[in-house]
């Protein structure tokens, strides 16, 4: 399983920069991601001529936006020369994650020196009906979205059927929003800055039973960057370069009722299993993570798959607080999905600016004790791409 | 320009695979890329677990089908491992030679040893007004799309500037598509096997003028398929490998009115430029060539920027017969997008399939006499992407 995938010399983030996600209907696609990118360089103390390949990750812009061909219509307004390959990279809401993993092995082997990655989505211009039907397409339209299918709804089977298993309860659901919305206050760059009760949790609309409104992310609009670099470069970009220690990138059927377990994704498991081969750590090593928490339920199962608790233990072991930024192992300090925002082809980026923000000693009101080891899992539809990227301080 | 990248090891496609490109009603966009990966997987005598990536080019799957997420869809119905990564590259009509691109490189650096490269298109679900649309979301919103520019009427401006400056005349564009309409009239996957007249070509229905109805490419469903393997395992898949020499892909402004010269393209120049300085030939030895002729003056000016003629004197050119089968310099021997068909994510690996047929003299009645070199153009956009790719006989 992956045994081809080999990659060479090592790699540094030296550059990392995000929008705030929320949703504003000032600022367009082009406009957020060249923000983003424009940071990220800055960071890197460098400009768009050191960039050698630009590696975009989007999900729906052209259904979102009708703008199409979105990488050499973002490279270009960067300022980045004509003469270097621009290319959009789609798996769903793992898109960004998977720009990043190609473009790490790219650098690993030594075909580029220095690339940027970013990833970008603008949602907020459709109306909530449109986007969720957007949102379906990274469904399996032959079988799920023919019957009505949505993902609140295939989460919401993961969700009760991860209940009936290994016991796990409504509020233990809860409690993952709870965390990550307490994280999420501490946030200026999160779109939900609002701490709230385990009862105001556990008492919110339904959306797809047992998933209510708190259970569920958000739609938004957002764009990230890092910088990428041959590790031995490293220093003459940044004095905090974060190095890229493991990656992993798997897929799986996109219908879920092609899988024989909905509450375990084999995908995630492959991708983790190669990143953690490739940076020589195992889970227990880890000392916090960026979970991709679409819904409650899949920052549960993504712990659990990736070892940090027992099978059907990731409910148990959130209601207990042990994701919480004291607790043993501290998932989503920045707020995750839920609460930061997910602006779906940006959150792969994201995620890793955000595990980069916190080995660099950066996060402020949010910075974990424990911070030389981090996670970051993107996940795309119900289970069928992830992406594990484990990151360290040089 | 590009000098950022490397490539390593020798890199062969050793299994092509195409599906007839047509209007086919019965067979959806994964069908269609079923077949093509599964013919590609047979012609390298193996199967689908010595895959080690799956790398797919498509434009606008999820507008024309709502199927998004594309790629771990169509890689586990050809019976792929889930462990391995599947990722959709977009770069409008080049994103499956982007898509090999990206693939080449990753093999030549020793990432991988054997990958899947295929291109889909699922086309003619939407009406024409609907598919140009679409297309057009390859262009500018901001400025082109805004005021009702589609690809169409952006290369009829781009003929009429090559007319005033060169003298290029509305006969030497329709003498693109007589040649290219001869050669796919003896190609059985074409989707128009019917030869036409000078008479016909000019007097044909105008479009976007001086472009009229044989100017333009066609709306089509299809796909193609490449198995690429580190060349010194090639005889484990195929007697018949054929070497790829030299790749390049390069970006541009997407909008038209952004460039200093309409009639040149920037982005195609670099991508030449690295594809020769890898392959370590220049544009003398280039025995045939497929060329992306969505429109045909988009033909003319390839032929100009790869250098096989001198600039202005492509239409020349071709009206004299030099582009023909039997001329100096053979141009679509496969009848083109013009006469082919133009599935626009399938047609950059289908023209890798056309170019390895050539230099497998498997050809038929469509069989160059020359066939050691060819080299493949995939244009995205009015170019804003650009791919190079240059094949050798091993």
């Known amino acids: ?117 970013a990833g970008v989505e603008k949602m907020t211009c459709q109306s909530t009906a449109r986007v969720t039907e957007i949102l379906a397409g990274a469904g399996d339209s032959d079988t799920e979205v023919r019957v009505g299918s949505t993902f609140p709804s295939l989460f919401a089977m993961i969700a009760r059927r991860h209940m009936h298993d290994f016991g796990t309860k409504r509020e233990h659901l809860s409690a993952v929003a709870v965390k990550n919305h307490e994280n999420g206050a ?20 339904p959306i797809a ?88 339920i899949a920052e549960i199962v993504a712990m659990e798959d990736l070892g940090f608790v027992e099978r059907g233990r990731g409910g148990f072991f959130t209601f207990e607080g042990g994701t919480r930024r004291g607790g043993a192992m501290p998932i989503n300090a920045s707020g995750g999905l839920k609460s930061k925002g997910h602006p779906v082809g940006a959150t792969g980026v994201a995620q890793i600016c955000d595990v980069v923000q916190q080995l660099r000693g950066e996060a402020g009101e949010r910075q974990l004790k424990r911070h030389s080891l981090g996670l970051a899992q993107n996940l795309g539809g119900s289970g069928a791409t992830c992406v594990v990227t484990i990151l360290g301080r040089d």
Chains 1, 2 share one sequence.
């Open 1 to 117: 399983m992956g045994s081809g995938r080999r990659a060479g010399r090592d790699v540094a983030v030296v550059g990392a920069g995000k929008t705030p996600f929320g949703a504003f209907a000032d600022k367009d696609l082009r406009t957020l991601a060249v923000t983003a990118g424009t940071k990220a360089l800055e960071n890197a103390r460098t400009g768009p001529d050191a960039i050698e390949a630009f590696y975009l990750g989007n999900f729906a812009g052209p259904q979102f936006t009708s703008q199409n061909h979105l990488a050499p219509w973002i490279s270009t307004a960067l300022g980045m020369s004509g003469g270097i390959p621009s290319t959009r990279f789609e798996d769903a809401c793992a898109s960004s994650g998977s720009a990043f993993f190609h473009a790490f092995m790219a650098v690993s082997a030594g075909i580029y020196d220095v690339v940027m990655v």
């Open 186 to 205: 501490l946030n200026p760059d999160a779109q939900m800055r609002k701490a709230i009760t385990l009862e105001q949790a556990m008492n919110a609309r």
């Open 209 to 296: 039973e047992p998933l209510n409104l708190y259970d569920c992310s958000l739609i938004s609009d957002g764009a990230a960057a890092v910088i990428l670099c041959a590790a031995d470069r490293a220093h003459e970009f940044s004095d905090k370069p974060v190095k890229v220690l493991g990656v992993g990138q798997a897929s799986d059927f996109v219908a879920l009722d092609r899988k024989a377990d909905i509450t375990t994704f084999p995908a995630l498991r492959a991708a983790a299993h190669q990143a953690y081969a490739m940076a020589g750590v195992g889970a227990k090593q880890i000392e916090f993570a960026e979970l991709h928490d679409c819904f409650t």
